[in-house]
């Protein structure tokens, strides 16, 4: 479905009224495709289908002497495989689409973006063929050792009213895909694969006013991982797939997060299946956000809240730890977990000075480790509903710090149920020394309208 599509049926379908109460306007371009007509061919602007030629500067040409000259143009990149030496950043374009449906490839090794869209309003990013895709080849860096990274791949920043769909992001030797304080935005139909690393990002989102919908990420970080400030966000039918998971975090610093709406997510083989994280230095609020129909398959980490994240209320000469968490639902959650003895399917460690309020976690909720035959509830600091190491608290009462309490669970959740692993899933994340072969969407075929 095309964007405006998409939204035209968020108006319209009642089964889909909860989603468009969940963002707070319209979401997308705002001009039709079929309107962005002024076709601006990279190979009118140097670029050759070569394989070898550097595309950067073509696509920054076709930018500057066509999209930028010419209302409602579209910037095309035509079938082929070409190569890519140097970045771009594509300043303030209105009114424009980018339409690739070639492969690019990196050649260059400077760090930084390959590509970044700042600025600007009215945009769309798509592959029309559905075969157009990044291909970082991260495993030139991977392969010399962990923790060794180069570029990113594509960062948004900055622009509102766009889309970003139908793209392929292959082996980013840094973070895949960022979106950096956007609005009115939507994403759907992203293919990430990258290494078996942390510091390879799926997808990172900082945004007023998102949706985001059918992405699979291969990592071994973050999934989708939502960061501050964001607000009016629905994301949904995400597969991590082999990965970190899903996020939120890490939150240090000036904190404003709320209204996210996370649902139908499976999370195989990842750390974990969501995790909020904060450090200590961190202030403001993550709040009145739902996580609902999350599917789970031997995760490390289940459902996790550490407001200490790597430790990092270890030797406080001064807890400041102030992100108030508060009002966060759980509902319809099944999981597979493999370490309950060690790591607490559900383990919620809040803010000394600030407890954690109205975590309120559904009585479907379920998880179960098999191997160890048992569950476990680790609370410190959290008050809420539905976990039982949640201690009362009195209605006018100051919620107060606690140390860590455990509950152990010896039998089998009443409703927990293996859940069907997915077809196609992956049986291990791809190896450092591994290059990642570009691979076709998984979802339908795009009808384009004739325009
Ligand atoms: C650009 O083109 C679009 C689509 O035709 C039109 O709606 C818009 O008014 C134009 N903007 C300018 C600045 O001409
Ligand atoms: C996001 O952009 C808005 C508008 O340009 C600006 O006011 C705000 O400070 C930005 N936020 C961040 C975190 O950069
Ligand atoms: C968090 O913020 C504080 C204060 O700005 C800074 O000193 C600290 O290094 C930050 N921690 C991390 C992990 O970014
Ligand atoms: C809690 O958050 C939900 C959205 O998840 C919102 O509808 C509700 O009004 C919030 N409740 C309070 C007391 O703020
Ligand atoms: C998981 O990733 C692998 C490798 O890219 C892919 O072949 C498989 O189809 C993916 N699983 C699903 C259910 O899409």
């Not at 694969?193 to 989102?205: A, F, P």
Request: proline letters at 6%.
């Amino acid at each position: 479905m095309r964007c405006s599509i998409v939204a035209a049926l968020l108006a319209l379908a009642p089964l889909l009224s909860i989603a468009s109460a969940q963002l707070s306007g319209r979401v997308g371009p705002l001009t039709s495709i079929c309107k962005k007509t002024t076709i601006c061919n990279v190979l009118d602007y140097g670029a050759k289908a070569d394989g070898v030629t550097d595309i950067g500067p073509a696509i920054l040409s076709a930018f500057t002497n066509c999209v930028l000259k010419n209302n409602a143009s579209t910037l095309y990149v035509p079938p082929g495989n070409y190569a890519m030496a140097t970045w771009v950043t594509l300043r303030n374009g209105n009114t424009w689409a980018f339409q690739m449906d070639g492969i690019i490839t990196r050649t260059g090794t400077a760090g930084g973006h390959m590509i970044i869209v700042q600025g600007g309003s009215d945009f769309e990013m798509f592959s029309k063929t559905r075969a157009g895709a990044f291909q970082g080849a991260g495993v030139d860096f991977h392969k010399q050792g962990l923790h060794i990274y180069g570029p990113r791949i594509l960062r948004i920043v900055k622009v509102a009213n766009f889309c970003l769909h139908d793209l392929g992001f292959f082996d980013s030797p840094a973070f895949h895909v960022i979106l950096d304080n956007v609005s009115n935005g939507q994403v759907y139909n992203v293919l990430i694969r990258g290494h078996d690393e942390g510091g390879l990002d799926g997808l990172d989102v900082t945004c007023n006013n998102c949706h985001i919908q059918n992405i699979q990420v291969t990592n071994r970080d973050e999934c989708v991982c939502v960061k501050s400030p964001s607000s009016n966000l629905l994301i949904e039918d995400v597969f991590c797939n082999q990965s970190g998971g899903m996020s939120m975090g890490s939150f240090n610093g000036s904190t404003a997060v709320e209204n996210v709406y996370m649902r139908n997510i499976v999370s195989y083989y990842s750390t974990q299946f969501l995790m909020i994280k904060t450090y200590p230095n961190g202030n403001g609020y993550v709040r009145n956000c739902r996580f609902e129909n999350f599917r789970g398959f031997t995760n490390a980490y289940a459902l996790q809240i550490t407001q200490y994240w790597q430790n990092s209320g270890a030797n406080l000469a001064q807890d400041l730890s102030g992100v108030q968490l508060s009002n966060l639902t759980f509902t319809n959650w099944v999981g597979v977990s493999t370490d309950a003895n060690s790591r607490a399917p559900v383990f919620l460690s809040c803010s000394t000075p600030n407890p954690c309020v109205q975590i309120n976690v559904g009585a479907d909720v379920l998880f179960w480790d098999p191997s160890h035959a048992m569950t476990a509830y680790k609370c410190v600091s959290a008050y809420g509903t539905g976990v039982p190491c949640f201690p009362a608290l009195a209605a006018g009462k100051t919620p107060a710090s606690y140390v860590a309490q455990t509950t152990t669970v010896k039998t089998v959740p009443a409703g927990w149920a293996q859940s069907t692993v997915p077809t196609g899933a992956l049986a291990s994340g791809f190896p450092l020394t591994s290059p990642i072969p570009v691979e076709p969407l998984p979802w339908p075929q795009l009808h384009f309208p004739a325009c």
